[in-house]
């Protein structure tokens, strides 16, 4: 018997209702929640090693005693050091531990004659040996490796001319080589070498601090600079021509530290001892000049690996805009042989 087209239409929607009825009927097995970037504690960004590297300058060397006491005044407490020529002395007593005040206590006291050992036999030149006896007694007779804070002292190897970085061994010894002025101390023999004050190739050992891990690099420059007349002693003219040796480098690796800190101290000559707390309290003076830099350079470092660190934000969320494809769709869709969804809807009774 030949049904109209509706009739036979009749079953169909019976039974596409039915199995809407059932599919209605199923109870849908609820989600496990997983953590998703949005929900999850971002990791902590890691401490900021700060770093300062501490330049030669003979008694210039005292202004780094008032820079470090500001800078720990104002919370910035540097967890390695270097240091060159003058600056390794007073690297090594921040390194062994002491604190800017004890370090000022010992500049105050210093005696000359305890650091000057005049040998006859070179022509009036210093051996250095009570300048290596002197660190040693400072720092307690500790060796590098076991200071409290990572510390370098840099030297020149007299034979190759190659910067050498101090990081281990006997303290008073690496110091002294770092300090041994050509023409004022004996170089300096390690080994099978001779090294020399290492201001000929660092004169500021910003790369040295970076060496030890610090991420942060505030350099300390008191260097002299040609004043466009000569100076007036054997010790200023020695300083002075190894100023201009290491003028490009210094410039160099400066250019490499994060903040460079300039006390006014060219007034002081190299051998200026009795204006050691002038030198220090040019120190105190600079650094608080450069505060503002450093906390500024300092919080965008900190926010930079902040952001680095930020779980990434989650996928966007869409729902359905009119006319796209939703549930009943579907359904529609995969009874008719359609794709399961397509922008044509299922054909209406009246098509079939």
């Known amino acids: 018997m030949n049904l109209p087209p509706r009739s036979r239409a009749l079953p169909l929607l019976m039974l ?27 990791r902590p960004a890691p401490e900021i090693r700060v770093g300062v590297a501490l330049g030669g300058g003979a008694a210039k060397g005292f202004a780094h005693i008032g820079v470090i006491k500001m800078l720990e005044a104002s ?35 210093l005696d000359e004659a305890s650091i000057r050992d005049v040998s006859l036999f070179s022509g009036g030149v210093m051996k250095g040996q009570k300048l290596q006896d002197y660190v040693n007694q400072l720092v307690g007779g500790r060796t590098i490796e076991r200071m ?15 910067r050498t970085v101090f990081t281990r061994g006997n303290t008073g010894q690496a110091v002294r080589a770092s300090s041994s002025v050509p023409g004022v101390f004996e170089p300096v ?6 090294y020399v004050d290492g201001g000929i190739v660092s004169p500021v050992p910003v790369d040295a601090a970076r060496q030890l891990g610090a991420d942060f ?19 200023g003219n020695v300083n002075q ?61 900190q926010q930079a690996r902040t952001a680095a660190l930020a779980p990434p934000p989650p996928p966007p969320t ?20 359609r794709p399961a969804c397509s922008d044509t809807v299922a054909p209406s009774i009246n098509q079939l």
């Open 318 to 337: 869409s729902t359905p805009a009119d006319g796209a494809c939703d549930e009943g769709k579907l359904r529609l869709g995969r009874l008719w042989g």
């Open 148 to 162: 409290p804070r990572p510390f370098a002292a840099v030297s020149t190897q007299l034979e190759t001319g190659q």
């Open 189 to 194: 023999v390690i080994g099978k070498r001779h």
């Open 16 to 42: 596409t209702l039915l199995i809407g009825a059932c599919a209605d009927n199923v109870r849908p097995t609820a989600p496990v929640p997983t953590p998703t970037p949005a929900t999850m504690a971002p």
């Open 217 to 235: 690099v505030i350099a300390v420059d008191i260097s002299t600079k040609a004043s466009g007349k000569a100076p007036g002693s054997l010790l």
């Open 75 to 109: 919370g910035i407490k540097p967890v390695v050091v270097s240091g060159t020529s003058a600056g390794s002395v007073v690297g090594a007593m921040y390194a062994s531990g002491m604190d800017p005040f004890q370090m000022q206590q010992h500049a105050v006291a």
């Open 241 to 301: 021509s190894i100023a201009i040796m290491g003028q490009k480098l210094g410039e160099q690796e400066l250019a490499r530290a994060d903040v460079v800190v300039r006390p006014n101290v060219r007034d002081i000559g190299p051998t200026d001892f009795e204006q050691r707390n002038n030198a220090i309290l040019e120190g105190e003076r600079a650094a608080l000049a450069a505060m503002p830099q450093i906390r500024a350079k300092l919080a965008q470092l």
